[in-house]
């Protein structure tokens, strides 16, 4: 193992691969990633696969909408062997009260001034998208086609082999142990298999940032949260987008394998770094897909597990540096849409670390906001 590097990215999920391929692709030769497990171990490779781009603030949307650009053209992009499995096959939401509605309405005035093409549709053409979608329940529902699905292990295995090929050193089964300070700067990362001298650390961990938080003494407002999921034997195609409800707490779409992926949030979810799953999750998962997609409820469960959001008090993530600790950036508190913003991610940590003109400014995704009380609270989040 290298005993210097230029740069330490820790975490080597969505985030840490796209900072380290986007810092290298740059021109940054000595870059060391460490990874406590494997590539894609952690929140990325749990996550439900979906990308989209119908948020409800003009900062999500931007993110996002860059993002998917980048995704439509990915495996060209990083000249990645296989292929990231990208289907745009849209996001259906669904609303089943008017005061969803009326929210939906506002949101897609925000995406349509950021260029994204999504529309309120009636229940009637809903029907249409999702030939089994129980209308009766609803009360409306929005829809763009330039959302949809994209394989988590496959994408930041692109990353991964992209950021190698430019020099990039990844250290798999390696544990940030410790992080070296002097006189408030940066001087190296202890590991579980040797010191590594340093000036610039990047937490991307996520939801394990705040042990990596606490190794330098900043106190950051970010928790970290179950979410379960559960897979279904795989079947015809049946159903193109993904089909998301925030008030009726569901989101399933079918993968192009043809097994159907679907998950929901729960407010009494543990707050730590669990990762088990239980009968209480599938009990609701199938009363709702139930009462919303009858058909679907009658597959077979082939398994369930369970990732970890790290949520932040506004549901938006934190881009920015230590104002204490000099050479300390940090990218996290995705608050479940990690694996979506990773291409920009890469973008701004690498631009921010390097003193670059933003692609998109995400100065207001700082730490301050959350003492300052300039939140910017992200209204559309399962």
């Known amino acids: 193992m290298k005993n210097s590097a230029d740069i330490v990215i820790i975490g080597a999920g969505i985030s840490g691969c796209s900072t380290a391929y986007n810092l290298a692709k740059k021109g940054v030769k000595n870059i060391v990633v460490l990874e406590k497990n494997y590539i894609c171990s952690g929140s990325t490779g749990r996550c439900g696969a979906g990308v989209r781009m119908q948020w409800g603030t003009e900062m999500n949307c931007k993110i996002a909408r860059r993002s998917i650009e980048f ?3 990915a495996n060209e992009i990083l000249d990645y062997d296989k292929d990231v499995d990208f289907k745009q096959g849209g996001y259906l939401l669904i609303a089943d ?3 969803e509605i009326e929210q939906f309405k506002k949101n ?3 995406q349509n001034a950021c260029g994204i093409p999504s529309r309120m549709v009636s229940l009637e053409e809903a029907k249409e998208i999702v030939p089994h979608l129980n209308t009766s329940a609803l009360k409306g529902a929005a829809y763009c086609g330039k959302d949809g699905f994209l394989n988590p292990f496959k994408t930041t295995d692109a990353f991964y082999k992209a950021a190698k090929r430019l020099g990039v050193e990844f250290y798999t089964f390696t544990e940030a142990i410790g992080i070296k300070t002097e006189k408030g700067k940066v001087t190296g990362v ?9 000036n610039i650390v990047v937490n991307a961990t996520n939801a394990y940032s705040k042990n990596i938080f606490d190794m330098i003494g900043i106190d950051v407002p970010v928790y970290s949260e179950r979410h379960q999921i559960l897979v279904t034997e795989p079947v015809e195609p049946m159903q193109d987008p993904m089909v998301m409800a925030f008030g009726l707490n569901l989101y399933v779409q079918q993968s192009p394998e043809g097994s159907f992926i679907m998950g929901r949030g729960d ?5 730590d770094l669990r990762v088990t799953s239980g009968w209480h999750f599938i009990e609701e998962m199938a009363k709702t897909v139930d009462l919303i997609l009858p058909p679907i ?3 077979r469960v082939v398994r369930q597990w369970a990732g970890l959001y790290n949520m932040t008090p506004d549901k938006q993530p934190i881009y920015d540096k230590a104002e204490n600790v000099e050479g300390f950036y940090y ?3 995705y608050s479940g849409h990690g694996f979506m913003f990773g291409p920009i991610t890469g973008i701004v940590m690498s631009e921010m670390i390097l003193g670059e003109e933003p692609t998109i400014d995400v100065s207001m995704l700082n730490l301050r906001r959350f003492t300052t009380g300039n939140l910017l609270l992200e209204p559309s989040v399962v």
């Not at 590991?191 to 340093?198: H, N, P």
């Not at 407010?267 to 707050?271: F, G, M, T």
């Open 190 to 198: 202890k590991t579980d298999k040797g010191f590594i001298s340093t």
């Open 108 to 110: 897609i005035e925000v």
């Open 297 to 299: 409820s009658k597959l």
């Open 97 to 99: 009260t008017d005061s």
């Open 267 to 271: 407010a009494n979810e543990p707050r």
């Open 71 to 73: 995704y439509e053209h």
């Open 331 to 333: 990218c996290v508190g």
